[in-house]
């Protein structure tokens, strides 16, 4: 079952959106037992009230702005994908109270429990990272606030699509051109920020692989933004494929070789998802390859860093430059699964990883620059490193339950769903290629940036009854 979707026709389309199908609650006002009009109707992800109070609506639009910040104000300001997530969880908080207030003078008006319904499973999923810290801190008796930080913005990512499924659609899709301009802002920023003596970025902020992994990610929604017409104006074409190609530079000039791994990846699963014949598979993985192949020929820095890797892990199977990246990620992947053995049913801790390495570093089992690192370089590893088989548990349940809801809608028959459920697919699929060499959910602004783009999407690509009078504006 769709999550969040138990009040809607499977495979809705935009026509119904708009109008057509409407439920008979959703065509007139329905009238209480003393006769007034109940100024409300039933659904579980669409408009709650017709004319809905200052406050609902207000919430909307701060929604807006936090959603459209999320992917603007990520790699352009400090902190500001924290502040953004923050700005929509603030409006999720005053959505909340202003229907708990309405409810508390009117008991007719709908209940949450059509949502949740269908729902639980995947705010569950979303919850276990939560559950894992908990387990973990529990059983070994020491406790840290400091994991709770990031792991809680992936429980609340559920509530919040709840919240942003009262939002209407079409303010919500204004969340594209923040990521056009974001794509083109963070790249700009990373050029900037090349050093006179180097060839490779210094952000003020965040790291370089940060900074093309998001880059990257920014260029891709731009891209598949194409499924949506959100203008008249033939040039907004132009514009999402000059953002989407602007974008993937970014990711080119961070030199972050993990995130050029993830753009085949991202593209193979999108392919492989879609209903199209195998002939159009074989067309694009062809093309795929041959743009790959083409960067590499044409770009010496390309042939640099991919020469580079392969040197970098000749000489630690030699015991040899040991400090170099290959190196170092080796050293950390190997302590991480050693405190996974060690500790299989709590790991040791996020907040203790650090001090592990210290103690290696001390022992002479690591290089010294080990000892200023916290964390694997390795998404899986470091949740199982940091809290067991239920922190490994818990990282497949927040990649695969939006995965899946995703890939569900990404196959709907309705082209507006449809490409957020590819927005979605892309998304998920990034941070799983990106964790393969880097720890996104270490970093907080990768959390918040994950959490508070599932619930976005997962807002655009749930079917939603008719939008009335007072709600849809």
Not at 280 to 308: E, K, N
Not at 407 to 436: E, H, I, M, N
Request: charged share 15%.
């Amino acid at each position: 079952m769709m999550p969040f979707s138990s009040s809607t026709r499977p495979g809705a389309t935009s026509a119904d959106r708009d109008g057509a199908g409407q439920h008979p609650s959703a065509r007139a006002p329905r009238h209480s037992q003393d006769g007034g009009i109940v100024r409300h109707r039933s659904t579980a992800a669409g408009p709650l009230f017709v004319d809905p109070p200052p406050t609902w609506t207000a919430a909307q639009w701060l929604a807006v702005v936090g959603a459209c910040g999320l992917p603007l104000l990520a790699l352009t300001t400090r902190g500001g994908a924290n502040t953004a997530y923050f700005v929509v969880l603030l409006s999720a908080v005053l959505g909340a109270l202003t229907l708990g207030v309405a409810r508390a003078t009117d008991r007719t008006l709908p209940s949450l429990r059509p949502f949740w319904r269908p729902a639980w499973p995947l705010a569950v999923a979303l919850g276990t990272p939560l559950a894992a810290v908990l387990w973990s801190q529990w059983l070994t008796g020491t406790w840290s606030g400091r994991p709770y930080d990031g792991m809680s913005r992936l429980m609340l990512a559920a509530p919040i699509a709840w919240w942003l499924c009262q939002v209407p659609e079409r303010r919500l899709r204004l969340w594209a051109w923040a990521c056009m301009a974001g794509a083109v802002l963070a790249t700009w920023i990373l050029w900037q920020s090349i050093p006179p003596w180097d060839t490779r970025p210094e952000p003020p902020y965040a790291t370089a692989i940060t900074f093309g992994n998001l880059c990257l990610l920014l260029g891709v929604f731009s891209a598949l933004s194409l499924g949506w017409r959100l203008t008249r104006w033939r040039g907004e074409v132009v514009i999402k494929a000059l953002a989407a190609g602007i974008g993937l530079y970014g990711s080119f000039l961070s030199q972050s070789r993990g995130g050029w791994l993830a753009l085949p990846v991202i593209i193979g699963v999108l392919v492989l998802i879609l209903n199209i014949s195998w002939r159009r598979r074989a067309g694009v993985a062809l093309l795929t390859i041959a743009g790959l192949g083409a960067a590499y020929v044409a770009s010496p820095m390309v042939q640099d860093r991919v020469v580079l890797a392969v040197s970098e892990l000749r000489d630690f199977q030699r015991g040899e430059n040991l400090e170099s990246s290959i190196g170092m990620r080796m050293q950390f992947w190997q302590a991480s699964w050693e405190m996974f053995r060690d500790h299989p049913l709590t790991g040791v801790g996020s907040q203790n990883i650090n001090a592990e390495f210290r103690e290696r570093v001390a022992q002479g089992r690591m290089a010294e620059l080990g000892a200023t690192h916290n964390h694997s370089h390795n998404e899986v590893l470091w949740f199982m490193a940091s809290w067991g088989a239920p922190g490994l548990l818990a990282l497949l349940a927040v990649y695969l339950a939006p995965w899946w809801a995703f890939v569900r809608a990404a196959r709907s028959a309705d082209p507006d769903r449809a490409t957020a459920g590819r927005l979605g697919v892309a998304l998920v699929t990034g941070y799983a290629s990106f964790g393969l060499t880097e720890a996104m959910f270490a970093i907080t602004m990768n959390v918040a940036f994950y959490a508070g783009h599932v619930a976005i999407l997962l807002a655009l690509a749930l079917p939603r009854r008719p939008a009335i009078a007072g709600g849809s504006s």
